[in-house]
Nanobody
Framework: QEQLVESGGGLVQAGGSLRLSCAASGFRFSMYAMGWFRQAPGKERDFVAAITWNGDTTYYSDSVKGRFTISRDNDKNTVTLQMNNLKPEDTADYYC???????????????????????WGQGTQVTVSS
């Protein structure tokens, strides 16, 4: 059974850092692009970052560019989101998602859309205090 499990969320002060991890199982991780999305209370779920199946290309929303870094380890079936210089507006539930890719090169814009992803984790909560 396909599974994504996020970890690493918590409470941090503004300006601090957190490192989110997502462990994948039940599918061939190296054939999937991976993404992170987030949902703040009362808001829609938004794209945060994505990485191609082989890790050679990454994409970020404008709101996190320069502060967040996505990476993956295909040997360990994990994807990581390093979040630095956190702001109160980063407070949200963060979700890991997998998109079947193999070697297909998708458009950048397509990574921003939820319905392009096949599997989702349960989320991990991040709270940034001011």
């Amino acid at each position: 059974q396909e599974q994504l499990v996020e970890s690493g969320g918590g409470l941090v002060q503004a300006g601090g850092s957190l490192r989110l991890s997502c462990a994948a199982s039940g599918f061939r991780f190296s054939m999937y692009a991976m993404g992170w999305f987030r949902q703040a209370p009362g808001k829609e779920r938004d794209f945060v970052a994505a990485i191609t199946w082989n890790g050679d290309t990454t994409y970020y929303s404008d709101s996190v560019k320069g502060r967040f870094t996505i990476s993956r380890d295909n040997d360990k079936n994990t994807v990581t989101l390093q979040m630095n210089n956190l702001k109160p507006e980063d407070t949200a539930d963060y979700y890991c998602a997998a998109r079947f890719s193999a070697t297909t090169r998708y458009t950048e814009q397509s990574y921003f859309t939820e319905y392009q992803y096949d599997y989702w984790g349960q989320g991990t909560q991040v709270t940034v205090s001011s």
